[in-house]
């Protein structure tokens, strides 16, 4: 025992009273476990464990170790931290996918464009005025149609809503509640 800077588990006295604690446990372990025979797997588990625990206790620690396995430990927090944002960042509009606009009601979602780095609209449906069902869009030379699968509803050009007007529509919705909640702070 020259060094000064010993570590606790090194010293005389932890390890004389923690030998002593440990062999009476054992002692009072296989004891028990002679009378119970069914405990002996167990109670060889727990010796090993035991002795894992001691094992780790007596590791002749070094300082850097800690501060490494600190800095890693970090830098996976930031990373996971990071991640998690991009992946569960959604814009306040986000949750706004359905609308009644000029006749039918239209339902959309989100996509993040990275590209344009904006959030676009995708997948617009035109629903059936009469069934609610997504409607098959054709643009054509003739013109834009609609027409219902379930109802045979039927909608051509001049009796429809244009995909392109509501989408603007959408946006511009966006906008003005924006506005709103700025005048309103
Ligand atoms: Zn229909």
Redesign the pocket.
């Known amino acids: 025992m020259t060094n000064k800077k010993e570590h606790w588990t090194n010293s005389a006295w932890t390890i004389s009273i923690g030998t002593a604690i440990f062999s009476l446990l054992l002692t009072m372990g296989y004891d028990y476990s002679k009378e119970k025979p069914i405990l002996t797997t167990v109670w060889t588990i727990l010796k090993w464990v035991a002795n894992l625990i001691w094992t780790v206790l007596n590791f002749d620690l070094k300082v850097w170790w800690i501060i490494v396995a600190v800095i890693v430990f970090i830098l996976i927090i930031i990373l996971i931290d990071k991640f998690k944002n991009e992946e569960t960042f959604k814009p306040d509009f986000y949750s706004y996918r359905e609308g009644k606009f000029k006749r039918w009601r239209w339902t959309w979602g989100w996509n993040w464009n990275s590209s344009k780095n904006a959030w676009i609209i995708s997948g617009m449906k035109a629903h059936?005025p009469?069934?609610?069902?997504p409607?098959i869009e054709h643009s054509s030379i003739y013109g834009l149609s609609f027409d219902?699968p379930?109802?045979?509803?039927r909608a051509s050009d001049g009796q429809c809503d244009e995909p392109h007007k509501i989408e603007r529509i959408i946006l511009d919705n966006i906008d003005r509640q924006r506005a709103e909640k700025k005048n309103s702070l």
Do not use: V
């Open positions: 059936c009469n069934c609610d069902t409607m219902c379930r109802c045979e509803f």
